[in-house]
């Protein structure tokens, strides 16, 4: 791990045109070799996209893992690139400034599902104002440090485990630090409710409108993904939700959810088809991974 962290190190000063088609090479050898990850992605396309072609998905599929493999590499400038460089390959949206006093005048949770560009709207926003999110301690000790310094080398931020609870997240965003959440993974039946995701019912952790709820947090969108021509990054701010979540958490959770597969069929490559989105089914029905 330590000769993979001084390879990103030494990655970081190419320029990013470079950068990128070199994490697309490795993408696509990765799509060649990964067996296992290449069917959940294709699985997950059959079933959120049936009405695109087989070669279709299949395509799409590649260009994930292009997109994935690119994404990391490019965390090398993320990093350590100096801020006034970030600051030219990172194009805000929609006025080219970030909404700083709009999510620290009150409570604001930072709605951001897993595109795979997700670490640059977290920086975008590290540069501006600090924040806090829910941290996955790494398994490898340098790569937990490299990682942890890279997402703090700007304003502070406080980053919780899973193993912290809810308490100190409540306690972040009545002290209106904004609480940058990602929401949209597969963590079991535990506080989370069957909805639908691209007509697919899906475990989805309610998490996003009870917390709204009990600190009166404001809901504000935020997705970052690739400008083209490997120019950079779009982060994208969208308007706070209005009335949410209301008094119905799995409307609200429905909602959510449908905001996601929006912004999904926008950037289709970008999302993060890797993951078991449908591994816990509902009434015992049978996986849906499963090879056949």
């Given at each position: 791990?330590?000769?993979?962290?001084?390879?990103?190190?030494?990655?970081?000063?190419?320029?990013?045109?470079?950068?990128?088609?070199?994490?697309?090479?490795?993408?696509?050898?990765?799509?060649?070799?990964?067996?296992?990850?290449?069917?959940?992605?294709?699985?997950?396309?059959?079933?959120?996209?049936?009405?695109?072609t087989?070669?279709?998905?299949?395509?799409?599929?590649?260009?994930?893992?292009?997109?994935?493999?690119?994404?990391?590499?490019?965390?090398?400038?993320?990093?350590?690139?100096?801020?006034?460089?970030?600051?030219?390959?990172?194009?805000?949206?929609?006025?080219?400034v970030?909404?700083?006093?709009?999510?620290?005048?009150?409570?604001?949770?930072?709605?951001?599902?897993?595109?795979?560009?997700?670490?640059?709207?977290?920086?975008?926003?590290?540069?501006?104002?600090?924040?806090?999110?829910?941290?996955?301690?790494?398994?490898?000790?340098?790569?937990?440090?490299?990682?942890?310094?890279?997402?703090?080398?700007?304003?502070?931020?406080?980053?919780?485990?899973?193993?912290?609870?809810?308490?100190?997240?409540?306690?972040?965003?009545?002290?209106?630090?904004?609480?940058?959440?990602?929401?949209?993974?597969?963590?079991?039946?535990?506080?989370?409710?069957?909805v639908?995701?691209?007509?697919?019912?899906?475990?989805t952790?309610?998490?996003?409108?009870?917390?709204?709820?009990?600190?009166?947090?404001?809901?504000?969108?935020?997705?970052?993904?690739?400008?083209?021509?490997?120019?950079?990054?779009?982060?994208?701010?969208?308007?706070?939700?209005?009335?949410?979540?209301?008094?119905?958490?799995?409307?609200?959770t429905?909602?959510?959810?449908?905001?996601?597969?929006?912004?999904?069929?926008?950037?289709?490559?970008?999302?993060?088809?890797?993951h078991?989105?449908?591994?816990?089914?509902?009434?015992?029905?049978?996986?849906?991974?499963?090879?056949?």
């Amino acid at each position: 791990m330590k000769l993979t962290l001084g390879l990103m190190w030494l990655l970081h000063w190419l320029p990013l045109p470079l950068l990128g088609r070199f994490g697309d090479a490795i993408g696509t050898l990765l799509f060649a070799t990964l067996r296992s990850r290449r069917h959940i992605a294709l699985t997950n396309l059959r079933l959120c996209l049936p009405e695109l072609t087989e070669a279709e998905r299949v395509d799409i599929a590649h260009r994930h893992f292009q997109a994935y493999s690119r994404s990391v590499w490019e965390r090398a400038v993320l990093w350590w690139a100096p801020e006034a460089r970030l600051k030219r390959l990172i194009q805000i949206e929609p006025n080219g400034v970030i909404p700083v006093a709009e999510m620290t005048d009150k409570p604001t949770i930072l709605l951001c599902p897993h595109f795979v560009c997700l670490d640059v709207a977290g920086a975008s926003i590290a540069m501006e104002a600090s924040a806090s999110s829910m941290y996955v301690t790494q398994k490898n000790a340098a790569f937990d440090q490299v990682l942890r310094a890279g997402r703090a080398r700007f304003k502070p931020v406080k980053l919780f485990t899973r193993q912290d609870g809810i308490k100190p997240i409540l306690r972040a965003l009545r002290d209106k630090l904004p609480y940058f959440m990602l929401p949209d993974m597969d963590f079991g039946e535990k506080d989370a409710e069957f909805v639908p995701f691209f007509g697919v019912e899906a475990a989805t952790l309610t998490a996003t409108a009870r917390i709204a709820a009990t600190t009166g947090a404001q809901v504000m969108p935020v997705i970052a993904t690739f400008l083209p021509n490997y120019q950079g990054w779009r982060v994208k701010f969208y308007p706070v939700w209005d009335n949410y979540p209301g008094d119905d958490m799995v409307a609200a959770t429905r909602r959510m959810n449908q905001f996601i597969e929006e912004r999904v069929r926008e950037a289709p490559a970008e999302y993060f088809w890797t993951h078991k989105r449908f591994k816990t089914r509902p009434n015992g029905e049978p996986s849906l991974y499963s090879k056949k």
